[in-house]
């Protein structure tokens, strides 16, 4: 039986999924310029625009339908059954009038605004041994099952290894530096996704652990280069060039389009 979980609400709790809909692929972000006398030039800016999924759930009885709409609107983690590994971000904010097609029986169509992208509910972190506080380490994993289809996002975790040394991560050439002054007790993290490096927690035993959100603290300010230089490509294997670590671990956040 198909079905979809938001939210942690299962679909077959309450009813049925009438059907899944095709696989969706958003639009890329673009523009064209033209010139008289010149073929167009198309600026691809490596983006994607949110997509539109749709699903309608038929239940019986007054209290499921009320359930549905109460548990699969709103804002969160969209799971469906053809890829129960995968989550996507999405967002039901709409009014929706249920179609009754009896006085038991009632269809309810959810239109989902969802991100261009999923992501696999768990991985592996890729923890190598850091024997130098220099070096170089491959990415050896590239099968699109587990790395997706478009560049993954990576949260890197790490501690520095001196204060008065300068921090710096390269994937294929790019670097982005981080200012001198890090202690060397304290684990950061460096959020591609959203351009940030934070104070994020303390390392016990080879394990992170983090700490509570009012005591992160957000030192983006302490780095220069462009984040989206450590992307990881999808589907090819490649290498992070590392200064100044003692510790070094990586959630690669792999994104999958369809």
């Given at each position: 039986m198909s079905y979809i979980l938001f939210n942690g609400h299962d679909s077959r709790q309450y009813g049925y999924v009438k059907f899944l809909p095709a696989p969706v692929i958003a639009a890329?972000?673009?523009?064209?310029?033209?010139?008289?006398?010149?073929?167009?030039?198309?600026?691809d800016y490596g983006s994607y625009s949110t997509k539109q999924i749709s699903?309608?759930?038929g239940t019986v009885g007054r209290q499921r339908a009320e359930e549905v709409l109460k548990h699969f609107t709103g804002h969160g983690d969209l799971i469906i059954s053809d890829h129960p590994e995968r989550?996507?971000?999405?967002?039901?904010?709409?009014?929706?009038?249920?179609?009754?097609?009896?006085?038991?029986?009632?269809?309810?169509?959810?239109?989902?605004t969802c991100y261009a992208y999923s992501e696999l509910l768990r991985e592996?972190?890729?923890k190598p041994t850091i024997s130098e506080s220099s070096g170089t380490i491959a990415i050896t994993e590239y099968d699109t099952a587990r790395v997706g289809d478009i560049p993954a996002t990576p949260m890197i975790y790490f501690v520095p290894a001196a204060t008065d040394a300068t921090?710096?991560?390269?994937?294929?050439?790019?670097?982005?530096?981080?200012?001198?002054?890090?202690?060397?007790?304290?684990?950061?993290?460096?959020?591609?996704?959203?351009?940030?490096?934070?104070?994020?927690?303390?390392?016990?035993?080879?394990?992170?652990?983090?700490?509570?959100?009012?005591?992160?603290?957000?030192?983006?300010c302490e780095t220069y280069g462009d984040f989206s230089s450590l992307y990881l490509p999808a589907g090819v294997k490649c290498e992070i060039t590392y200064e100044n670590l003692s510790f070094l671990s990586i959630k690669r956040c792999a994104r999958f389009l369809l």
């Open positions: 890329n972000d673009y523009t064209v310029a033209t010139a008289v006398g010149m073929p167009p030039i198309i600026y699903f309608t759930i989550k996507i971000t999405a967002w039901c904010m709409d009014g929706i009038t249920p179609d009754r097609k009896s006085n038991r029986f009632t269809e309810i169509t959810l239109n989902y592996k972190q890729i921090t710096s991560f390269s994937v294929s050439g790019a670097v982005l530096y981080i200012n001198t002054g890090l202690a060397t007790d304290r684990v950061y993290c460096i959020d591609t996704r959203w351009s940030r490096l934070v104070l994020f927690g303390t390392l016990e035993n080879g394990v992170v652990k983090e700490l509570p959100d009012e005591e992160k603290v957000d030192l983006s």
